[in-house]
């Protein structure tokens, strides 16, 4: 990390035993216990916060590699009109994506409000230009609402959650919907399930945990483009839980009600960590075969979801290989 860094938090840096002040973002979490991404359905996150303009906004560190001061960045002919262009911090070519732009909000004219966020997610690494960060809160996925859909604009809306923090509201960003809207390749491709070819249809039902509209639609209609026809969404995975406990009560086998399970990671109320835990713990549910989804998976939450008993863990948007793997466990 630059000198310039250290602006950001200057008390946490002042607490950081690393003497090369290599990694601040990893000496930030220490602050909070960094074995949060180790730790095993807590249900809890760790938002790093940042302003536009005068808006306070939030992503999971668990997306986040480094923070930057703001550095030279070279156009790019015919790009996106968000995207300013690229650079090179180190061995790995960036794109940089302006999140004001892309908002709709007011650019910064102060050079000390210019910041990098680098971001790795969906195997992409991309740097989001923000005007400031604020801090790393840890917060519980229950105190995170899902946000108004008439307010936040549905399956085109960017807010994944609403999370009130120190008496004021953070709101948290659908960071893959903006990376797909630019770069729309590293989305979900629903014409891979072509490659597929011709499949029988499949009963067997599967339960889906998925917090995004625009993905749980796309990931949706792969699924039953692949045969799956029984499929039930839930849109967290406390919506999910209590779902499992409905099958339940009902007294017959649960594979009558579900016979897989496909969850996300990052969703309010309840995590997938968290109701994967619930599930692996449970005499009745603990069989089900459950396949994490997920734009976070890399070698620290593959570890987490191994421990807590995730039957296979896919990054988004790999949507082709998620069949293969519903196929493996069901059929």
């Not at 593959?302 to 196929?327: H, N, Y």
Request: hydrophobic share 40%.
């Amino acid at each position: 990390m630059t000198a310039d860094g250290i602006k950001l938090f200057p008390a946490l840096w002042e607490q950081s035993a690393d003497t090369d002040k290599e990694g601040y973002l990893m000496a930030i979490s220490k602050k909070n216990n960094n074995e949060i991404l180790l730790e095993s359905g807590t249900n809890e996150l760790e938002v790093m916060e940042f302003t536009i303009d005068t808006r306070h906004f939030g992503i999971n560190v668990a997306k986040v590699v480094e923070i930057m001061q703001y550095s030279k960045v070279t156009p790019m002919p015919n790009s996106n009109p968000f995207v300013e262009g690229v650079f090179k911090p180190r061995d790995t070519i960036m794109t940089v994506i302006n999140l004001a732009s892309y908002m709709g909000l007011p650019a910064t004219d102060s050079e000390e409000r210019n910041i990098l966020i680098i971001t790795n997610f969906n195997k992409v690494y991309s740097a989001f230009h923000v005007h400031s960060v604020d801090g790393i809160h840890r917060i519980s996925w229950a105190n995170i609402e899902k946000p108004d859909p008439t307010i936040y604009g549905g399956e085109e809306g960017l807010a994944t959650g609403i999370a009130r923090y120190d008496n004021r509201l953070i709101t948290i960003l659908d960071f893959e919907k903006i990376l797909a809207d630019i770069s729309p390749e590293t989305g979900i491709q629903a014409s891979d399930i072509k490659e597929l070819g011709a499949r029988p249809a499949c009963h067997k039902p599967v339960l889906l945990a998925e917090d995004s509209p625009l993905l749980e639609k796309m990931i949706m209609e792969s699924l039953e483009k692949s045969g799956y026809d029984n499929l039930t969404l839930c849109t967290n995975g406390k919506e999910a839980w209590d779902k499992l406990q409905t099958y339940k009560a009902t007294g017959e086998p649960i594979a009558n009600h579900v016979a897989c399970i496909v969850s996300d990671i990052e969703m309010p109320q309840m995590d997938g960590h968290r109701l994967l835990k619930l599930i692996r713990d449970d005499p009745e549910l603990k069989e089900i075969p459950v396949i994490i989804f997920s734009s976070l998976i890399n070698e620290e939450m593959r570890r987490k979801g191994e421990s807590l008993g995730a039957t296979a863990q896919i990054t988004k948007p790999e949507i082709a290989k998620l069949v293969s793997l519903i196929d493996r466990y069901i059929l």
